[in-house]
């Protein structure tokens, strides 16, 4: 499993490195004194696990989470207790507090690997693809709706909205669970806020930063982001 080591203290980095020795199937694959050197390095390794710290110079742990179209698993480091209850707000896998000691580690480093599990197990699950229908309720409001007529998901604080017709209806739902459900051969995550639905896409331009704006049938515009873009381009691709 591939990680990143995030945290503004270089002594920190280094000795949550030699811990980690200890645990070879953890390969720890470069490291970040802030959130804009991770966010890079994020884009360019593509990792499966960030050690992450909360409070460094610049915009802090969250921020840089929230600033990512998709977020690894993450397990926090920090010399603070106050913000255990946000962490896992944002389903952090586990909080080690500084110093980090070696049977802490081993344990959230257990609970990666009994995530990673879990979710190949889902993998084999049935996805749903563009045959399955859908129940959507929104307050008094209820629909039994194609997927196929779905042509845009958007985030919007803790509810997702669904677009199809002239209705958008709103679900209780991360967009990220959502994500995991969806066949991805349909649906792509555009980016923090959107999924789209491929069959819907009717043009396509390039948009500042290395990004691409899609036109999907009926006039919606979404956004693709540049992290996103080249693994859309591929796929779109023959």
């Known amino acids: 499993m591939k990680a990143l080591i ?7 980095r280094k000795e949550l490195a030699k811990l980690l020795e200890e645990h070879p199937s953890i390969e720890v694959i470069g490291e970040a004194m802030n959130a ?3 966010e890079k390095l ?11 710290d909360i409070q460094m110079p610049g915009r802090s742990g969250f921020q840089l989470l929230e600033s990512l179209d998709t ?14 209850l946000k962490a896992f707000e ?3 896998l586990d909080y ?13 480093v257990h609970k990666v690997f009994e995530k990673e599990k ?30 196929a007529n779905v042509r845009l998901f958007e985030s919007d604080g803790n509810y997702i909205k669904v677009y199809f017709d002239n209705n958008k209806p709103m679900i209780h739902k991360s967009l990220n669970a959502l994500d995991e459900k969806l066949d991805e051969r349909a649906f792509f995550r555009a980016n923090r ?36 873009a080249s693994k859309f381009k591929e796929m779109m691709s023959l």
């Open 193 to 228: 806020k959107h999924i789209i639905n491929l069959g819907w896409v009717e043009g396509i331009e390039a948009w500042f930063n290395g990004g691409l704006m899609v036109r999907l049938r009926g006039g919606d515009k979404v956004e693709i982001s540049r992290r996103q």
């Open 90 to 92: 944002v389903n952090a």
């Open 118 to 147: 879990s979710k190949a197990g889902r993998i084999h699950d049935k996805k749903l693809g563009l045959e399955d229908q859908v129940f959507v309720k929104d307050g008094e409001r209820c629909w039994f709706v194609s997927l």
């Open 96 to 108: 080690l507090l500084k110093p980090v000691q070696p049977e802490r580690l081993s344990e959230a």
């Open 36 to 38: 804009d050197e991770a």
């Open 6 to 12: 995030i945290d503004d203290e270089r002594l920190a």
């Open 42 to 52: 994020i884009e360019e390794l593509n990792p499966d696990l960030l050690f992450l």
């Open 71 to 84: 977020v690894p698993w993450v397990i926090f480091t920090t010399a603070f207790d106050q913000f255990a």
